[in-house]
């Protein structure tokens, strides 16, 4: 059979063969047992659904394994023949396409170069994933292939419930994930309900088809290890020798040494898979790998003293390395963590002085002593941090649920008040005040044809863009405009394209916008094909996140999450091509709630007019939440946005003299 044709056969009628479990693939670990007997049943009922009953007594033994081995059940004996990445559009069959577009962006999410566990269809985090198993991944392809735009697609938590009638403005897809009742958002309610097959974790990305490989993040980690760079330094220095330290070379927290190179420091990146960390040096992620700790110090202190941009792996874990440099009298000069500590019993965070195999067998059959072991790790984390910012080391959370964890384990981590942490998180002391409060968060795009020509030829467009912007942005933006412009005229050079060629920059809702009107006018011209608009949903107004994006709110409503469904509710009828809303993200299940969006450009007019008014809500509806408690920045942005749209009327909030309180 043609790709086409597999695609379009969607759950076959006569079975495949059984496929071996390949080893060289880097596998999702054990999950728990957490399911009674009478679940495990029902759990098998629920895959079983997916089939003509001719088949479920062939298949219920071996669901039965795999639920038994692995703690899920995958159906690895669907996955597809074909080779797994974003196709040019052209390739995919269907009647729209939009959602040919759709099907290219869930296809790179599941590329095995891009692809945290590509076989268990987990794009990043250990647990973010696509779809819960290869029966919906089939079908979704299917409905897909199928599609009208007079229809859209359901997705309930990873199951395509199905197409129905809709018409050309409504979104072709509309995505959930993980939207569980408030009382039920316990880790162990994840572990739970996923093993049911009933809901799924889709991380921010993932789950949403949106992510483009480490390169999403590496754009913010380098504005946040630059402007970390410029809270330390002395008399305009810069970070040539440096020292930067942190952990995990996962599917987003690999972009760290390739961030710390553009921002030209020296980075230490611990982590602790073999396997992981030599993918990221085969993709040119890393420049060195060093398995022991010894030779990790005499490599750093030449790399000191040479002022070396370097990005060096150390094959095991963290904890060794900020104990060990503490007793060398190493220092550091920026700290951080992201390993996946939304995900701590998982595989999120690995405990130390145990092997990487015996900790994940402790954690599928021993999970109380792994979890243990984690929090006595936690604790030794760090007091080791805390020796090291007492001799000057500016340490930052980055979200990924550190502190918080650490807090829950008893560690030394907390403010003198009882309440904050003794640390700020990224967002609180960078991104949010210099980036999300303007208005700036991370823009992407996709050229569809898959011709690194096309992706080349948006890069001067948004670069030209930007730079007729920046004559006259007012002065509390320049700085921002500067560090994107530096970004996308070295975003060729340093080679971040991971599956599909696609693009990120930090941009505003100005930028965003004719960006995105040049991108539509140049495909009209025919000089690029179709290209696809999105963000992370780590954003402006994408996510309420307490730990995380809204951090930086202090008003009282950071646990609130009115924002991000405010904004896919609005996207969903201003002319996004697909919607998505999540329970959890890089912070964990049940901590956040994120909203994301795609849209294809086709050189039309609509296009135009849809970018032009979701563009300019995606962003303002965050700006005006942070502007009502009172950010100084974001109120700023919104009496700016106010100036530019007349039919834009957003309440100011007055300001109480403290004296008074």
Not at 97 to 118: F, G, S, T
Not at 147 to 154: A, F, I, N, R
Not at 200 to 210: E, L
Not at 447 to 463: M, W
């Amino acid at each position: 059979m043609t790709f086409q044709e597999q695609i379009l056969e969607g759950i076959p009628s006569v079975l495949p063969q059984a496929k071996p479990y390949e080893s060289t693939i880097n596998h999702a670990p054990k999950r728990k047992e957490i399911l009674s007997d009478e679940e495990k049943k029902l759990a098998l009922k629920n895959a079983l659904r997916y089939f003509e009953p001719k088949h479920h007594a062939e298949l219920i033994k071996e669901f039965s394994e795999e639920l038994e081995t692995y703690g899920r059940i995958y159906m690895y004996r669907l996955r597809p023949d074909y080779r797994m990445y974003a196709r040019p559009i052209s390739e995919y069959p269907g009647k729209s396409e939009q959602a040919k577009a759709i099907m290219l962006m869930i296809q790179n999410n599941l590329d095995y170069a891009v692809a945290q566990h590509p076989h268990e269809l987990i794009t990043y985090g250990g647990n973010g994933a696509v779809f819960s198993n290869w029966a919906q991944y089939r079908l979704t392809m299917k409905y897909l292939a199928e599609m009208t735009e007079e229809q859209t697609l359901v997705m309930y938590s990873g199951h395509p419930m199905g197409l129905f009638p809709s018409h050309k403005e409504a979104p072709r897809v509309v995505v959930t994930n993980g939207m569980m009742i408030p009382n039920y958002s316990k880790p162990d309610d994840w572990e739970k309900f996923n093993a049911l097959g009933v809901t799924q974790y889709g991380q921010m990305t993932a789950g949403s088809y949106m992510y483009i490989g480490p390169q999403g993040i590496v754009h913010g980690t380098t504005i946040t290890v630059l402007n970390a760079g410029r809270k330390i330094a002395r008399n305009g220095e810069d970070l040539a020798g440096k020292l930067f330290v942190t952990s995990g070379l996962g599917g987003m927290s690999g972009a760290q040494p390739k961030a710390g190179n553009i921002a030209g420091c020296i980075t230490v990146c611990a982590e602790v898979n073999p396997k992981i960390t030599h993918i990221r040096l085969s993709q040119g992620w890393i420049n060195e790998v060093i398995e022991d700790i010894d030779a990790l110090v005499a490599r750093v202190r030449i790399a000191k003293e040479n002022k070396e941009v370097v990005s060096i792996a150390y094959l095991g874990n963290v904890v060794d390395v900020w104990e060990r440099f503490h007793d060398e009298n190493m220092y550091i000069d920026l700290g951080s963590d992201q390993t996946s500590l939304h995900n701590p019993w998982a595989g999120g965070y690995y405990p130390a002085g145990i092997s990487f195999e015996e900790a994940n067998d402790m954690m599928a059959n021993n999970p109380e002593l792994f979890k243990e072991k984690v929090q006595e790790t936690l604790r030794r984390h760090a007091a080791a941090i805390n020796k090291h910012t007492a001799k000057g080391t500016y340490f930052f959370d980055y979200g990924n649920a550190f502190l918080l964890e650490s807090s829950r384990a008893g560690a030394d981590v907390m403010a003198p008040n009882g309440i904050d942490f003794k640390y700020p998180s990224y967002v609180q002391d960078i991104m949010g005040p210099m980036c999300f409060d303007y208005g700036f968060g991370p823009f992407r795009w996709v050229c569809t044809s898959g011709k690194p020509e096309d992706l080349a030829n948006t890069d001067a467009i948004a670069c030209e863009v930007l730079e007729e912007i920046m004559k006259t942005a007012p002065a509390e933006i320049q700085q921002q405009m500067a560090d994107n412009i530096r970004w996308i005229k070295g975003a060729q050079e340093n080679k971040l394209v991971v599956g599909s060629q696609a693009r990120i920059l930090y941009a505003d809702a100005e930028g965003r916008a004719k960006i995105a009107e040049a991108f539509n006018q140049a495909i009209a011209k025919g000089e690029i094909g179709y290209v696809v608009l999105g963000r992370d949903h780590h954003d402006v107004s994408g996510t309420d996140s307490p730990y995380r994006e809204t951090s930086n709110i202090y008003d009282g409503s950071r646990f609130t999450a009115d924002m991000a469904i405010h904004n896919v509710i609005g996207d969903s009828f201003r002319g996004a091509t697909w919607v998505s809303i999540h329970n959890g993200g890089g912070v964990g299940w049940g901590e956040v709630i994120n909203g994301g969006f795609g849209m294809v450009l086709d050189g039309t007019k609509e296009a135009s007019r849809r970018l032009e008014s979701m563009l300019f809500w995606d962003v303002n509806n965050g700006i005006a939440r942070r502007s009502w408690a009172r950010n100084e920045g974001a109120v700023f942005a919104i009496k700016r946005a106010m100036e530019t749209q007349p039919l834009l009327k957003v309440t100011i909030p007055n300001i109480v003299d403290d004296t008074l309180l």
